[in-house]
């Protein structure tokens, strides 16, 4: 429930973690509620999971990056959630002629020209951090004040150890969660290269030195989470002077979206907003739950909650939410 | 003019050395000749130019190769001789929106799929031969029997220096013949990486074993040119016991289709069908000219020559003449 509205700082600098859809349709309304505001122009700088990253049809595609650029730049298809508008499926037709596999992730002709021009400019030497700016260039970003990381330039790949019976055998995240629509058990969650990964250029100075640090309400274990893997991320988390403010993913018992569920089941952690809050207990301080949570909502102790609506049906809605998480981290940071 | 049509031999194979869009349509059309012979199958194997495959947005291109799968797939765009038919270019288009250059060679969607293929069976380690084979199986050619070999497994590009004034500079063959629609002069023809080259596997042996070799009317020296300077084809053609039928791409004083007298013109050649055969002189056999050359053709000495109507409008006229080089090549077999 939104309150009375706390003034702006002049000029904030908000860092967001996110993930794909819930976290790109929320940041596109944080950011339409910062052109709201005065005092601005107020930055954005998203941290984004590349841990889902797939190599497909020798092309690297990065869903979450992708989905972020797209939900941003306008051209997302809106029912969805990821994709391009208006999408054609030529050239993965082609590919079935050719009985190339796999056909179960649906790339359009669009949205492979994305991926062209990443694997190309990986290619000649780009990093994953140039390459994004690059993309996001041309879908406005720095015009918008968004800034767009990687969460690290380091190859990183999130699979899956199925738990189906007697024999073990790990699939590559995407496959867990498109073809197998995480119905088969998730043991555990292995991320391919995170040892050896370094946040990216900027990551962990821009949750050192943000105004306010918002968590919006992506997938705990596989976007967020990831993102918590990368070495420093955490400890920025805990160090930073900013509050940290977070949009539960999780309302009435289930995720709003995808499969968080069986995610935080692989985990051992209760599907609920406290759950999901005692996952980031160590740098949490305030905490949106949806209204209907309110009552039922257990914990953890010492932690600002809130309740508010938390469906994003349409702009106006991710506009009120992102409201919201502004308007707690403004009033955390005011506290005495 | 066909004459009395002399008989076949069983199961002939015809090997045929092919650039793109000519070679194509006459191998089409030589291919609906031998489906209407008695003693089929007749099998014809096909050495495609690769010296103007290029690497475009990291994918590898074959034109040659693509032109004549989509041909003798029956899916070519028959108004301009080359791409897919009914094709799209959504793909592109993105990449011209990310500032992605060069955008002078037009890859559909269709076509791109082809692309995406190749590049990532060759990055998977299959060679050109093996990659070429398995885009043929899908667009049927081993149900033709027609086998499809691209000349060499090796990486190989042709570039041309240009002659345009102090400064010499070299561009890729491609840029040269579309970009600058030859119309920039080409001091020579520079084919990088042939001097390591080896004919694919089946090469030399499909000319050495054959019943019957033909020259498509292909461009002479950027297509049958670089193919003959594959270390080991022109040693197989001067010793092969098949007699060597060659179609003049030359009619009356300029070429049928495309820059050859542009070509011709770097090496010093006269542009007449004349000037085509006197660079085969050493193992050409047979030599069709177009009916209308017939009074001023003039050489070389001891070449029989035979004057049929070499245009190539459709079907039936590719056809017809497909049908003139065989029978001439099968007179030459029989020939005391």
Redesign the interface.
């Known amino acids: 429930m939104l309150r009375n509205r706390t003034d702006t700082l002049p000029g904030m600098r908000i860092t967001a973690l996110a993930g794909g859809v819930g976290g790109a349709r929320f940041l596109r309304g944080l950011r339409s509620h910062l052109d709201r505001l005065d005092d601005g122009p107020h930055e954005i700088t998203i941290v984004a999971n590349t841990g889902d990253d797939i190599t497909l049809?020798?092309?690297r595609v990065s869903p979450d990056v992708d989905t972020l650029l797209y939900t941003l730049g306008g051209d997302i298809h809106e029912g969805q959630g990821w994709g391009r508008a208006n999408e054609?499926f030529?050239?993965?037709?082609?590919?079935a002629?050719?009985?190339?596999e796999p056909q179960w992730f649906g790339l359009g002709?669009?949205d492979?020209?994305?991926h062209?021009?990443r694997?190309?400019w990986l290619?000649q030497g780009s990093t994953p951090s140039e390459v994004t700016a690059?993309?996001a260039t041309?879908w406005g970003l720095p015009d918008q004040h968004v800034r767009l990381l990687p969460m690290t330039d380091a190859f990183v790949e999130t699979h899956v150890v199925l738990d189906d019976g007697d024999e073990q055998r790990a699939v590559h995240f995407q496959e867990w969660w498109i073809r197998l629509r995480a119905a088969v058990p998730a043991q555990r969650f292995v991320v391919a290269g995170l040892d050896r990964a370094a946040a990216a250029p900027g990551v962990l100075e821009a949750i050192r030195t943000a105004d306010l640090v918002i968590l919006p309400p992506s997938n705990p274990v596989v976007s967020i989470g990831i993102i918590l893997l990368v070495p420093g991320v955490r400890d920025a988390l805990r160090g930073t002077a900013a509050p940290v403010v977070g949009v539960s993913p999780i309302v009435g018992g289930g995720p709003v979206r995808g499969h968080a569920d069986a995610c935080l089941a692989t985990l051992g952690v209760e599907v609920s907003p406290s759950g999901v809050a005692g996952l980031y207990r160590d740098f949490l301080d305030g905490w949106l739950i949806d209204s209907g949570d309110a009552e039922s909502f257990g914990g953890p102790a010492g932690l600002t909650t809130e309740a508010v609506p938390l469906l994003m049906k349409d702009l106006p809605t991710a506009e009120a939410m992102a409201a919201a998480a502004v308007d707690l981290g403004l009033r955390l940071r005011n506290r005495p």
């Open positions: 049809f020798g092309l054609s030529t050239l993965q037709g082609e590919l002629a050719y009985g190339v002709d669009k492979l020209g994305t062209v021009a694997s190309m290619a690059r993309l041309r």
